[in-house]
């Protein structure tokens, strides 16, 4: 089940868009405004549609100024006309319902408000009907770009590549994707507004409406594949609360669950008897970012180094020179964290890598615990990724 990520937005824009107060504006018409008693509310409706979009599209452009060349290049051209298009009708429909509150506080006169906001709403009228003509085919234009498997792969690989980190990659992508979903959701916005208003006659909005919001979850399914389904849960599961530790089972590349044995203050991986388990019977960690991150204002151009905590956050998983090269330590960390990120584009396990440049790997060993012999593998570190799916690689999985 993919994360959602641009419907929220979408759900919240539509029921605003078409509750009560807001619909009968347009119902009515502007008009309505003369003389109606709850313009109040209806304006107060109306003006969270357009804010909750407008405080995302900000916070996404300046986000956006920071992403890569090569991410930027991949947009294309021949998307310009067809979204400039949904953005200036966009900003007439809401510049015409602004001025429509403005005109009623500024004439007094019941007959002037009355021609003022007729000679408005036949420019409503105007912009909703070319919305309703339009944006469906517009809509489509966008919507088979973001699944095209080529923009999709080469997006994702140059984020990738890019990256030290799981939360950057993520947030590329998301920033790149988040601009066009933005463009899709004013679209849907106008087509509802357009249903709405008697005189557009657009009989067809519904299925219409209910055809391209789906493609919306289709989007972000793909999404979700491309970029990995574990990663955008991860990477939402940390950003959801990104100064708190997050529970997570660590596991092996052959996902076998990692646990600390105090004994020997080393992570092995083994199946006996958890100390700590979570539901699900699980060994829990707890992932923690080590810098400062801000969901609505995330800097690309940073790496976001991970601490991983064991023992409900009482040691922490640490990097050393001596002869246990990752044990477990009590006191306060001295290293930067481990950079985390998928060994390759949409897949679910990750490398580990210190600060030094160095990967975690696993090592088979043996030795008697509890008079059984078992077999271990100790997460050791390396000048160099092993590459091999039992050595090199690690799931990451959030307690959810």
């Known amino acids: 089940m993919a994360t959602a990520i641009a419907t929220p937005l979408l759900r919240f824009a539509l029921e605003k868009a078409a509750g009560a107060a807001v619909s009968k504006l347009f119902e009515k018409g502007l008009n309505y405004l003369n003389g109606g008693s709850d313009a109040d509310k209806i304006q107060c409706g109306i003006s969270e549609v357009f804010r909750e979009v407008q405080?995302?599209?900000l916070a996404i452009d300046s986000m956006s100024k920071r992403l890569?060349?090569?991410?930027?290049?991949?947009?294309?051209?021949?998307?310009?006309?067809?979204l400039n298009d949904i953005e200036s009708c966009y900003s007439t429909v809401q510049d015409c319902i602004d001025t429509a509150f403005k005109l009623k506080n500024e004439i007094k006169d019941k007959n002037e408000l009355e021609k003022a906001l007729g000679r408005l709403?036949?420019?409503?009228?105007?912009?909703?009907?070319?919305?309703?003509?339009?944006?469906?085919?517009?809509?489509?234009?966008?919507?088979?770009?973001?699944?095209?498997?080529?923009?999709?792969?080469?997006?994702?690989?140059?984020?990738?590549?890019?990256?030290?980190?799981?939360?950057?990659?993520?947030?590329?992508?998301?920033?790149?994707?988040?601009?066009?979903?933005?463009i899709t959701i004013k679209g849907l916005t106008l087509l509802l507004m357009a249903q709405l208003v008697p005189a557009v006659e657009f009989e067809e909005a519904p299925l219409t409406i209910k055809r391209l919001s789906a493609k919306v979850a289709e989007e972000e399914r793909a999404f979700c594949n491309v970029v990995g389904n574990y990663t955008v849960k991860l990477a939402e599961?940390?950003?959801?609360?990104?100064?708190?530790?997050?529970?997570?089972?660590w596991l092996s590349g052959w996902g076998d669950n990692i646990e600390c044995v105090m004994r020997e203050y080393v992570p092995l991986v083994h199946n006996n008897v958890p100390r700590i388990?979570?539901?699900?019977?699980?060994?829990?960690?707890?992932?923690?970012?080590?810098?400062?991150?801000?969901?609505?204002?995330?800097?690309?151009?940073?790496?976001?180094p991970m601490r991983i905590w064991a023992d409900q956050g009482?040691?922490?998983?640490?990097?050393?020179?001596?002869?246990?090269?990752?044990?477990?330590?009590?006191?306060?960390?001295?290293?930067?964290?481990?950079?985390?990120?998928?060994?390759?584009?949409?897949?679910?396990?990750?490398?580990?890598?210190?600060?030094?440049?160095?990967?975690?790997?696993?090592?088979?060993?043996?030795?008697?615990?509890?008079?059984?012999?078992?077999?271990?593998?100790?997460?050791?570190?390396?000048?160099?990724?092993?590459?091999?799916?039992?050595?090199?690689?690690?799931?990451?999985?959030?307690?959810?």
């Open 314 to 400: 009482v040691d922490h998983i640490e990097r050393s020179d001596e002869r246990l090269p990752i044990y477990m330590s009590n006191y306060k960390p001295h290293d930067s964290g481990w950079y985390i990120k998928p060994i390759e584009v949409g897949s679910d396990r990750y490398r580990l890598m210190a600060a030094d440049g160095r990967w975690a790997n696993s090592v088979l060993v043996t030795g008697w615990n509890e008079n059984r012999l078992e077999f271990r593998y100790n997460i050791d570190v390396k000048s160099g990724f092993d590459g091999r799916p039992d050595r090199g690689y690690f799931g990451l999985v959030p307690c959810v």
């Open 121 to 182: 709403q036949d420019r409503l009228n105007s912009k909703l009907k070319l919305a309703a003509n339009t944006i469906p085919g517009h809509l489509a234009r966008v919507d088979a770009f973001l699944q095209e498997p080529e923009f999709l792969n080469s997006a994702a690989s140059i984020a990738l590549n890019s990256s030290q980190d799981f939360l950057t990659y993520y947030m590329k992508m998301k920033i790149l994707f988040t601009a066009y979903w933005l």
């Open 55 to 57: 405080q995302v599209k």
């Open 237 to 249: 599961f940390i950003l959801a609360s990104p100064n708190t530790r997050r529970p997570i089972v």
């Open 68 to 82: 890569d060349e090569g991410i930027l290049r991949l947009r294309k051209d021949h998307l310009n006309g067809p």
């Open 277 to 304: 388990r979570n539901e699900g019977g699980k060994h829990v960690y707890l992932l923690e970012v080590t810098t400062d991150v801000s969901k609505d204002n995330f800097d690309v151009t940073k790496n976001y």
